[in-house]
């Protein structure tokens, strides 16, 4: 990818990723961009999400059928809640052992792999959701 210049616009936008923690959707980022620059529109959000995500400045995730970002682009799991949808950083360490011995087995050459975990989040087991 030829090297983009990082407009105010495209700061704004990884600001606003980097100030979640609860992986956005970019219909929610786009919401506190336009509370930072009511000027910016849906469109130019969504194209500066796909280029910081393509940078690597942004990880893209996309767990049932939503588009989630995460400013954590180190390799790690998640866990999404199946009855309310929220998104979360599982506390477990990347194994490198899986993506060697899928490697092993396939003939593959892993890079990395992805693993979301799903479940019932805390509050939605206690009913508070």
């Known amino acids: 990818m030829k090297q983009l210049r990082n407009t105010r616009q495209r700061q704004i936008v990884l600001d606003t990723v980097k100030a979640h923690s609860d992986h956005p959707s ?38 049932s059928g939503v588009e989630r970002f995460d400013w954590r682009c180190d390799p790690h799991a998640h866990l999404i809640c199946t009855e309310c949808g929220s998104l979360c950083d599982a506390p477990l360490p990347y194994d490198t052992k899986l993506d060697q011995l899928l490697s092993e087995q396939t003939g593959y050459e892993i890079s990395f792999h992805r693993t979301v975990f799903e479940g019932r989040c805390p509050a939605c087991v206690k009913g508070r959701k």
């Open 26 to 63: 970019a219909d929610q980022l786009y919401l506190d961009v336009r509370a930072l620059d009511p000027k910016i529109s849906l469109g130019t959000v969504y194209r500066n999400l796909k280029v910081l995500s393509k940078r690597g400045d942004i990880q893209h995730i996309n767990v």
